[in-house]
């Protein structure tokens, strides 16, 4: 299967893009949060219930003796740290369809923790119990992976996604309603878009949407970039403006309010990754361009919302699997002290042994000092109460650096160089 040696097949570049200041009100910011405390790793199932995020399962890497995981992690808004739950149970490894309904989270589908074969199995996890029930499968044949889901109100939905059939890789269009109160599932309205697999979905309101991912034509995967609302009342397909970036499949999407976020993936022929990330306004029909997730581009990560932020973790590319989390704020600065991007900066460039920091701190606001290595490891932390400071760095070796000032849901951040 295509997704079991994608990792070895991406030939694209891996490169690490800095984040430079973005206090436009347009644009949204990416703030780091803690580590994945978990083994990096792709294809991971992740939902949110309340302030709480989750993150579990997933594959080490694409080779043959790739780790699959079962462990699975809490993660608190409101504390920034991680907790480790009780282990999944079920037989999927990763590629699974993920979505939460009130107080609990379900995963769904995707491919064997054995590394052969698919589930259609379907899974509760309790929070408050810190426990997990299984649920009726989807009654779909053969089983699948690489399906997308949302919920809306007390239901559940997946569509779309992969089988293979002896070498074939087959692709579906169906569409399944999951009732939580029944634990019965239903056939609705097949996706109105061609069938596909590595699509992206998510929900607003009473409508869900499924978008981008892979077709096969004449016997060749086609990206795709169409885009398509579901409304559960009239049980009715309607094609939307067609996603803003280019044609794509293992993007990853989540929704905050009444817009929606698609960001990462690959094209079809697996040679250019994508960091680019939009935002579709569901009152305008109208993409538009924000803030790129500026670490190192990756493919099948993790996402989600929590109330007005969304977040961003894991993944692989060609050489690495990744630990770090990451939160997107669509509002900016809204609200937040500023430091004004025309004043910040850090000289001299390439540094030596101290580097000073330059800004204007105009609410006089307790802000701390960041300084990340390659690998998104930090190696330096303080906190800055003068509008001018010098930061002795000789103990850091020679390399390229991000710097960040941040304060409470805000950061601006910049590239330093360190060379003796």
Request: charged share 20%; with cysteine.
């Amino acid at each position: 299967m295509k997704t079991k040696n994608l990792l070895l097949a991406v030939s694209f570049l891996l490169t690490v893009i800095f984040l430079f200041p973005a206090t436009s009100f347009g644009q949204g910011t990416w703030t780091q949060k803690a580590k994945f405390p978990g083994s990096g790793r792709y294809i991971a199932a992740s939902f949110s219930i309340g302030t709480k995020g989750y993150i579990g399962l997933g594959w080490s890497d694409l080779n043959s003796s790739a780790s699959v995981f079962k462990d699975f992690w809490e993660w608190d808004q409101a504390t920034n740290v991680w907790t480790k739950k009780a282990d999944y149970p079920g037989k999927s490894g990763g590629a699974v369809v993920n979505f939460s309904i009130g107080t609990k989270g379900y995963i769904a589908t995707g491919q064997s923790n054995t590394g052969n074969g698919f589930t259609n199995e379907l899974w509760e996890y309790n929070p408050a119990t810190d426990s997990w029930t299984q649920k009726a499968s989807l009654p779909s044949t053969p089983a699948r992976s690489l399906a997308v889901g949302f919920s809306i109100g007390t239901k559940g939905y997946i569509g779309t996604g992969t089988q293979d059939i002896g070498q074939t890789e087959i692709y579906y269009q169906d569409f399944w309603e999951w009732d939580q109160a029944t634990n019965v599932w239903t056939q609705k309205a097949s996706f109105g878009g061609t069938a596909r697999s590595y699509a992206v979905g998510f929900a607003i309101g009473t409508k869900g949407y499924i978008g981008t991912g892979e077709d096969i034509i004449d016997g060749k995967d086609v990206g795709k970039k169409d885009f398509w609302e579901w409304d559960q009342a009239t049980n009715v397909w309607t094609r939307k403006a067609d996603f803003g970036g280019t044609a794509r499949g293992y993007a990853k999407g989540f929704s905050i309010g009444t817009k929606g976020y698609i960001t990462m993936g690959i094209d079809a022929s697996q040679t250019t990754a994508f960091n680019d990330f939009w935002e579709w306004d569901q009152k305008t029909n109208i993409w538009v361009q924000k803030a790129n997730f500026e670490e190192s581009v990756r493919v099948h990560a993790v996402g989600f919302s929590i109330g007005d932020k969304g977040y961003i973790g894991t993944g692989g590319n060609s050489t690495t699997c990744f630990q770090d989390f990451w939160e997107y704020n669509p509002s900016g600065t809204t609200g937040i002290a500023e430091v004004a991007k025309e004043n910040f900066s850090v000289y001299p460039n390439p540094a030596n042994d101290v580097l000073t920091l330059n800004f204007d701190n105009i609410n006089n606001a307790d802000l701390t000092l960041n300084i990340y290595n390659l690998a998104g490891e930090l190696v330096r932390s303080e906190t800055l109460r003068q509008n001018q400071q010098q930061i002795n760095i000789e103990e850091i070796s020679n390399g390229i650096y991000m710097v960040e000032i941040k304060s409470k849901g805000w950061s601006e951040k910049q590239k330093l160089i360190i060379q003796r």
